[in-house]
């Protein structure tokens, strides 16, 4: 799972998955999560975090899904950027 979540934040599956503590059961909030939803949210750990988390992009359909498990609406493009603080280029 990366190899450098730190210790008690990850939940082994089996020999070969591990899982963050709090997305096995609902409703799903990620142990390394702060913030409040729908607020202000930070992942704890995201140096650390692991390698599904960097495939995970503001915006993507799974994102949308997540949000609206929230009852939050996409996110656009222009909003990410904004949330990020990412500059114009
Ligand atoms: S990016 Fe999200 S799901 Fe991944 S470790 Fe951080 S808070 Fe948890």
Not at 41 to 62: D, K, L, N, T
């Amino acid at each position: 799972m990366g190899g450098h979540v730190p210790a008690g934040l990850a939940v082994e599956v089996n020999a070969s998955t591990c899982r963050m503590r709090g997305t096995d059961h609902v409703p799903i909030r990620c142990a390394a999560l702060t913030g409040k939803i729908g607020q202000s949210v930070a992942c704890g750990i995201y140096e650390w975090r692991p390698s599904p988390c960097h495939e995970f992009e503001e915006g993507c359909h799974a994102c949308h899904q997540a949000r609206s498990r929230h009852g939050l609406p996409p996110l656009d493009a222009m909003t990410a950027r904004e949330i990020l603080r990412i500059p114009d280029i």
